[in-house]
């Protein structure tokens, strides 16, 4: 069974950047087949898909809100996926979770396409 572990969230002003990680790990275990996809949830808001990488040919998904803004990567050889914020706005805020599909050419940024989920990081963006 896979399990994902996010890590790197925290307070930080308007403006300023953070990086995620995102570790996954199991029994045989090779994210080498896993797309990966970070979504985030605030409070009294839906879970919303924010960026996606697949395992096939490394393509990348944003959603409008962080277009340009956050950069999605993975190392493989880590077993680690990785999101840039920069320019980080308060409405950032929230629980930034990331997820595994075990489909290496699937591209999505919908919660229902992934079966395995890590317990999340808080992101605070205030001055």
């Known amino acids: 069974q896979v399990q994902f572990v996010e890590s790197g969230g925290g307070l930080v002003q308007p403006g300023g950047s953070l990086r995620l990680s995102c570790v996954a790990s199991?029994?045989?275990?090779?994210?080498?087949?896993?797309?990966i996809a970070w979504f985030r949830q605030a409070p009294g808001k839906e879970r919303e898909g924010i960026s996606c990488i697949s395992a096939s040919d490394g393509w990348t998904s944003y959603a409008e809100s962080v277009k340009g803004r956050f950069t999605i990567s993975r190392d493989n050889a880590k077993n680690t996926v990785y999101l840039q914020l920069n320019s980080l706005k308060p409405e950032d805020t929230a629980v930034y979770f990331c997820?595994?599909?075990?489909?290496?050419?699937?591209?999505?940024?919908?919660?229902?396409?992934?079966?395995?989920w890590g317990q999340g990081t808080q992101v605070t963006v205030s001055s």
């Open positions: 997820a595994g599909a075990s489909h290496p050419e699937l591209l999505s940024l919908n919660a229902v396409d992934f079966h395995s």
């Open positions: 199991g029994f045989g275990f090779s994210l080498d087949y896993y797309t």
